[in-house]
């Protein structure tokens, strides 16, 4: 009788810690899910099924998205006419935030395939309106997202030869450009070549 007391015990003990485990197992923390760049098996399908569900066959078959871990400040891109959806590999740190931004991707691209070739507004009506069938009728034109801000290298330097300051720039100058402080002081604030800037540094 003793014996089998302990035996049921230990059934008991045995299922009741599979039963105590066993919601555990299936979900995987943040950190244990792996960094994939590249395309995307899971987030593929299921755009597929959005785009079938609003009849877009094509698009449905064509289909990508991509982690693109060159993106920074940008959460989400969207290539047409490749139906190519690159996102941010950062926005797996934020909730709900990679359907969003894959949906409102997909939007752009909805918009372009039925806007037929004809040219439309990035975040027209069009855009809002294939936001409304895929489900988020509230998207914003720009995420809030707290992802770095790209910073642009200025890669040119220039000097004005008379006062010896120096301007850097992302671009080159398109045209002459002159030393603004000195036109100012010299010549009234009209260019004068005197004070054109001259080029140090290309990057
Ligand atoms: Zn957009
Ligand atoms: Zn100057």
């Given at each position: 009788?003793?014996?089998?007391?302990?035996?049921?015990?230990?059934?008991?003990?045995?299922?009741?810690?599979?039963?105590?485990?066993?919601?555990?197992?299936?979900?995987?923390?943040?950190?244990?899910?792996?960094?994939?760049?590249?395309?995307?098996?899971?987030?593929?399908?299921?755009?597929?099924?959005?785009?079938?569900a609003?009849?877009?066959?094509?698009?449905?078959?064509?289909?990508?998205?991509?982690?693109?871990?060159?993106?920074?400040s940008?959460?989400?891109?969207?290539?047409?006419?490749?139906?190519?959806?690159?996102?941010?590999?950062?926005?797996?740190?934020?909730?709900?935030?990679?359907?969003?931004?894959?949906?409102?991707?997909?939007?752009?691209?909805?918009?372009?395939?039925?806007?037929n070739?004809?040219?439309i507004?990035p975040?027209?009506?069009?855009?809002?309106?294939?936001?409304?069938?895929?489900?988020?009728?509230?998207?914003?034109?720009?995420?809030?997202?707290?992802?770095?801000?790209?910073?642009?290298?200025?890669?040119?330097?220039?000097?004005?030869?008379?006062?010896?300051?120096?301007?850097?720039?992302?671009?080159?100058?398109?045209?002459?450009?002159?030393?603004?402080?000195?036109?100012?002081k010299?010549?009234?604030?009209?260019?004068?070549?005197?004070?054109?800037?001259?080029?140090?540094k290309?990057?």
């Amino acid at each position: 009788m003793a014996g089998r007391t302990a035996l049921r015990q230990m059934m008991f003990t045995f299922l009741d810690a599979i039963s105590a485990h066993m919601p555990m197992s299936p979900k995987p923390t943040p950190a244990a899910k792996p960094q994939i760049l590249g395309r995307d098996d899971i987030l593929e399908a299921q755009s597929r099924d959005w785009l079938s569900a609003i009849g877009l066959k094509e698009g449905a078959q064509k289909v990508q998205v991509v982690w693109n871990g060159k993106l920074r400040s940008t959460a989400g891109y969207a290539r047409w006419p490749q139906w190519l959806v690159e996102l941010n590999p950062r926005l797996r740190e934020y909730d709900g935030q990679v359907e969003r931004t894959l949906k409102h991707e997909l939007a752009h691209l909805v918009a372009y395939s039925r806007s037929n070739r004809r040219r439309i507004e990035p975040h027209g009506v069009e855009w809002r309106q294939a936001c409304i069938d895929l489900g988020i009728p509230d998207e914003n034109v720009r995420h809030t997202l707290p992802l770095p801000r790209t910073r642009q290298q200025r890669k040119f330097a220039y000097k004005c030869g008379h006062c010896g300051i120096t301007v850097e720039r992302v671009r080159k100058f398109r045209r002459y450009s002159a030393c603004l402080t000195c036109c100012r002081k010299h010549n009234e604030g009209r260019y004068d070549a005197r004070f054109q800037f001259v080029l140090l540094k290309k990057g």
